[in-house]
């Protein structure tokens, strides 16, 4: 195996596959390359000089500005680059975006087919407090379900714990609605009980305002204050829930109702490289067939988002995807905070250097597709094809925010591994193969093969798809054999 990698025929750094030692002389372009210190796996070493201020191309694009002249063989990183970034900027359409030109397959995956026409891949019961006081609650009746009904015939029963619907104000009192209603349509739910308290700020009745229509025999609602015994009541609406959704079944359904989400962290030198490219061919083919992908994570778009505005469908999207950018930057500077604080430290030990290399990695799970819709926080999944997604990283809180555009299923690249998983199966995908070996009990598929030389791109793409849909048949994941299913709600302002 080769030990460095050139990105792009413009760049003037290249990536080192593994950890290479100070004296180590490296065959870059037909020359020899002297190695001026050690470089970490996945870090970038300069192939030639590059002066004071000059850029440093990664991807072919600007990853930073030298701090310092930098000789060829030296480590390029942190202590010599400083990002290029700035305020707000002005941009223009012009797009650039080109059709897909993947062949359509005859391809289907067995799911639940709910009566909006919605199709989940799990057959789950939910409990969805309106507000955090009744979490305690909500655990009692799902225990007591276990204890007493027979629920082998569901895929899980979880309790969609959250601190919110109450006490707050604003924007973060309708974000908490919305995406508590968007959890309590979401197909992957075969029936949901939501529990009331009856004073809190987020009442039931004002929340069914927000979801609009909803399965009746799906959905229950209880307010607790209004019954004498709420863990008794409660009960005994989630074993009819029970009851009913014994007659699901699976049924074979094309792939072009799948809507999976897009997201990465805890990312390294190898995420823009591996695992976010086979995201993006995987995004590329799914959105050819039909489905539908979301990209998320805006900060983590910052410095790569022409990329994406070139590819708007039309005027109307690009203007909504700069809205998009520019208020979310918006959003930090209300907070007195850095716009560009960013990357991690998780980051900057994996290789990446600036937010603009960590977004340029970042955006590469959104393919080659035209961008078809911009969706605001809560927003529902309208139109087939890639979506971006207002979000910030973070996370759970963006997994979840994919959850509740109606995505069954997200897809989450890492080069340092987590075990956490959102309230819908959350498939961790690992950027090195040193992690997957080290991790198994965490990392659900493995795309470090890309650079070991073991399988191309192509064939890496055709092997993540047939895993893909053995998940949404209903193969778990990692996370959920272990039951680490949480959620997350955005909040920005204050508490009462």
């Given at each position: 195996m080769n030990k460095i990698l050139h990105i792009h025929l413009n760049d003037n750094v290249m990536v080192a596959l593994e950890t290479i030692s100070v004296g180590a002389i490296l065959d870059v372009d037909a020359s020899k390359i002297s190695v001026q210190s050690d470089i970490p796996q996945g870090h970038k070493i300069a192939i030639a000089p590059i002066a004071k201020g000059e850029h440093i191309i990664k991807y072919g694009y600007s990853i930073g500005l030298a701090k310092e002249n930098i000789s060829t063989g030296q480590h390029v990183h942190s202590h010599n680059v400083t990002t290029g970034l700035d305020e707000n900027l002005e941009y223009q359409y012009t797009p650039k975006g080109q059709a897909l030109t993947i062949p359509k397959e005859d391809r289907t995956f067995d799911g639940y087919v709910r009566k909006n026409g919605d199709v989940g891949i799990r057959n789950e019961l939910w409990i969805i407090p309106t507000v955090g006081c009744v979490n305690g609650q909500a655990k009692l009746i799902v225990d007591q379900l276990k204890a007493e009904a027979d629920t082998s015939h569901l895929d899980d029963i979880l309790v969609l714990s959250h601190q919110y619907g109450c006490s707050q104000l604003g924007g973060d009192h309708l974000n908490t609605q919305k995406a508590l209603a968007a959890a309590i349509k979401h197909p992957n739910a075969g029936g949901v009980l939501v529990l009331g308290l009856g004073c809190e700020n987020n009442q039931v009745s004002q929340l069914q305002e927000i979801i609009g229509k909803w399965d009746k025999e799906r959905v229950k609602f209880?307010?607790?204050?209004?019954?004498?015994?709420?863990?008794?009541?409660?009960?005994?609406?989630?074993?009819?829930?029970?009851e009913k959704m014994k007659a699901d079944k699976r049924e074979a359904v094309s792939v072009a109702k799948?809507?999976?989400?897009?997201?990465?962290?805890?990312?390294?030198?190898?995420?823009?490289?591996?695992?976010?490219?086979?995201?993006?061919?995987?995004?590329?083919?799914?959105?050819?067939?039909?489905?539908?992908?979301?990209?998320?994570?805006?900060?983590?778009?910052?410095?790569?988002?022409?990329?994406?505005?070139?590819?708007?469908?039309?005027?109307?999207?690009?203007?909504?995807?700069?809205?998009?950018?520019?208020?979310?930057?918006?959003?930090?500077?209300?907070?007195?905070?850095?716009?560009?604080?960013?990357?991690?430290?998780?980051?900057?030990?994996?290789g990446i250097t600036t937010l603009e290399e960590k977004s340029l990695g970042c955006v590469q799970k959104g393919g080659d597709a035209i961008v078809n819709d911009v969706l605001d926080y809560g927003e529902q999944i309208k139109t087939p094809g890639l979506n971006l997604l207002w979000s910030p990283g973070n996370d759970l809180i963006a997994s979840s925010a994919l959850g509740f555009t109606g995505c069954q299923m997200v897809l989450f690249t890492t080069g340092r591994g987590t075990p956490f998983g959102s309230f819908v199966p959350t498939m961790k995908i690992a950027t090195n193969s040193k992690l997957f070996n080290h991790k198994q009990n965490w990392m659900d598929f493995n795309a470090g093969g890309l650079v070991d030389g073991e399988v191309t791109m192509d064939e890496l793409r055709e092997q993540f798809t047939d895993f893909l849909i053995e998940i949404a048949n209903g193969k778990k994941l990692k996370h959920e054999l272990t039951n680490f299913k949480e959620i997350a709600i955005f909040k920005s302002g204050v508490t009462l």
């Open positions: 209880l307010i607790s204050q209004e019954v004498e015994d709420e863990v008794e009541t409660g009960l005994e609406m989630v074993k009819e829930l029970c799948l809507k999976i989400g897009l997201k990465c962290g805890g990312s390294d030198g190898f995420s823009g490289i591996t695992a976010n490219p086979l995201l993006g061919r995987f995004s590329d083919w799914l959105v050819a067939q039909g489905g539908t992908t979301v990209l998320t994570e805006v900060p983590e778009m910052f410095g790569a988002e022409t990329i994406l505005m070139e590819r708007a469908e039309s005027n109307e999207v690009f203007c909504k995807t700069v809205d998009l950018i520019n208020g979310f930057k918006d959003y930090f500077r209300a907070s007195e905070q850095p716009i560009y604080e960013n990357p991690s430290p998780g980051n900057k030990n994996g």
